[in-house]
């Protein structure tokens, strides 16, 4: 995808930095709006790659300072300057006048969301608000009462330190929402923690072991 300015994305693509994926999606949208603002094709070209590494968003202020692999900081500036930005304000100022681009104050049916100088694909901006909200809704919970006797059998005392498989299991029985992180070398009684999440709450519950 050539720009007016010279930019030609083809070249990040061969490099790595985008996918084809990446330049036909803002082409399309280019097309079907008639974007002209070509930091906004950049930054969305961009919002889509990382999306593709992972990540649900981009951060403007991060990227003006660590630009993307494949790609010296000189180079993205030079580029940013070919499209007429040469700071993040002025990156973040260009993307909130572009059609492509709702404000998360001002929620609209937009390609791309902007918050703050977090940019995000609509549709996962709308999955991280929806994550942000049933987690809120858990922290109004009253904490379960945790069944003493029972993880004290689950898990027996071996010795005098602390057994930090039993503090942890003990805390997510008492909390409507928890993650318990470590490697099965870690978590040694998957089978028992399941149990004793379930049993203890006394309700249905989804417990979920990943490897």
Not at 14 to 43: F, M, P, T, Y
Not at 88 to 98: F, I, Q
Not at 125 to 133: G, I, R
Request: net charge negative; hydrophobic share 40%.
């Amino acid at each position: 995808m050539d720009f007016s300015n010279g930019l030609d994305l083809s070249v990040w693509q061969e490099k790595g930095i985008l996918r084809a994926i990446d330049c036909q999606w803002v082409e399309h949208l280019s097309n079907h709006v008639e974007e002209d603002i070509d930091s906004v094709l950049v930054a969305g070209a961009l919002c889509s790659a990382y999306l593709g590494a992972g990540h649900i968003c981009i951060d403007l202020a991060a990227i003006w300072q660590t630009p993307p692999e494949g790609m010296t900081l000189e180079e993205l500036r030079r580029a940013l300057a070919l499209c007429g930005v040469t700071s993040v304000d002025e990156w973040r100022n260009a993307l909130v006048k572009s059609a492509l681009v709702t404000l998360d104050e001002q929620l609209a049916e937009r390609p791309m969301v902007l918050s703050g100088t977090r940019l995000y694909l609509y549709r996962y901006y709308q999955y991280e608000q929806q994550v942000l909200t049933y987690l809120k809704k858990q922290f109004d919970v009253s904490p379960y009462d945790v069944d003493e006797n029972l993880i004290a059998q689950l898990f027996p005392n071996k010795s005098d330190s602390v057994d930090w498989q039993k503090v942890a299991v003990a805390n997510a029985a008492s909390l409507p929402f928890a993650v318990i992180s470590g490697g099965l070398e870690q978590v040694k009684q998957p089978l028992s923690l399941s149990y004793w999440l379930c049993w203890s709450r006394k309700r249905q519950n989804k417990v979920k072991l990943c490897a």
